[in-house]
């Protein structure tokens, strides 16, 4: 164990997901008490018992961000065990790409529910429990290079990666007062069963994705794991209201020059 987050209690949504579940892990080796957000309770339990058996802290808190009564009961679950939230790491998101003009408007509201409504449910339930126990806290939201870009397929959820940026702005400004810091952490592409369909559709778009990052490889979630203790700990104590682009240098590479 690490120590970094010793006495810190951390709540991740999506946490049994390809990045979630190596994040939660790491968080709990870190120290922290971890409450394992996820929407299936067996994944949630998995990786809470997975944390418990390498000597950490964990519980799991199985719900659908989109739900307010779902996030209201898994925010209380971690407070009863743990007595108080200290950061929130929230993974918990929707894709469901295709093409803009065949999209199904069920699914545009989907995904906007999951990754907008859950993002603003998340923060906020966050917040009123931060804001009660007057000692502050710090949200870290996962964002995405695609939030930046025109996509093909990725429309909707790059619209909602663009949007949860600027929620993210707002809610440092707002609960600033009370000390909340919220902050996102954009990723660039990862291995993960998020991206894996797409990955697998050429057997040479790995190589190719690689070769365009300016570091030259595809992201681990373990490239995450020193800005989450960054921003949840108390050597970020001025950072707020920032989007920390973790991708070996994609987002600032001009789109016209070739590597
Ligand atoms: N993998 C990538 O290439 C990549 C790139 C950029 C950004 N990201 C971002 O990183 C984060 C984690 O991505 P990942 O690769 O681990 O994805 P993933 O699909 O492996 O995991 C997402 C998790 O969210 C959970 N989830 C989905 N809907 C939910 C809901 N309504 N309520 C609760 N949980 C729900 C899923 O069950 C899943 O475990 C996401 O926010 C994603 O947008 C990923």
Redesign the pocket.
């Given at each position: 164990m690490s120590g970094a987050l010793l006495g810190k209690v951390v709540l991740v949504?999506?946490a049994?997901?390809?990045?979630?579940a190596p994040v939660a892990r790491h968080l709990g080796a870190a120290g922290a008490d971890v409450a394992v957000g996820?929407?299936a309770a067996d994944r949630a339990e998995k990786v809470a018992a997975e944390i418990v058996a390498a000597g950490g802290s964990a519980i799991a808190v199985a719900g659908?961000?989109?739900m307010e009564a779902d996030v209201t009961a898994m925010f209380d679950a971690a407070v009863d065990r743990f007595g108080r939230i200290d950061g929130v790491v929230h993974?918990?998101?929707?894709t469901g790409n295709g093409p803009l003009l065949e999209f199904p408007l069920d699914r545009f509201d989907q995904i906007v529910a999951?990754n907008l409504r859950?993002a603003l449910l998340v923060g906020r339930t966050a917040a009123r429990h931060m804001i009660a126990r007057r000692a502050g806290g710090s949200l870290v939201l996962?964002s995405?290079?695609?939030s930046l870009y025109g996509a093909p397929g990725q429309a909707i959820y790059g619209m909602t990666?663009a949007g949860l940026q600027g929620l993210i702005k707002s809610m440092a400004i707002e609960w600033a007062p009370h000390r909340i810091r919220v902050n996102g952490l954009s990723?660039?592409?990862?291995d993960?069963?998020?991206?894996k369909a797409w990955l697998d559709s050429d057997p040479t778009l790995r190589d190719t994705i690689a070769s365009s990052v300016p570091l030259g490889r595809l992201a681990e979630p373990e490239d995450f794991f020193g800005t989450l203790e960054l921003l949840l700990g108390d050597g970020a104590g001025f950072i707020t209201g920032q989007t920390i682009f973790v991708d070996g240098g994609v987002s600032v590479t001009h789109p016209l020059i070739k590597r």
């Open positions: 949504t999506g049994g997901g390809g990045i979630g996820e929407l659908d961000v989109s993974l918990a998101t929707f999951v859950g996962f995405s290079v695609t990666k990723p660039t592409t990862t993960t069963p998020l991206a």
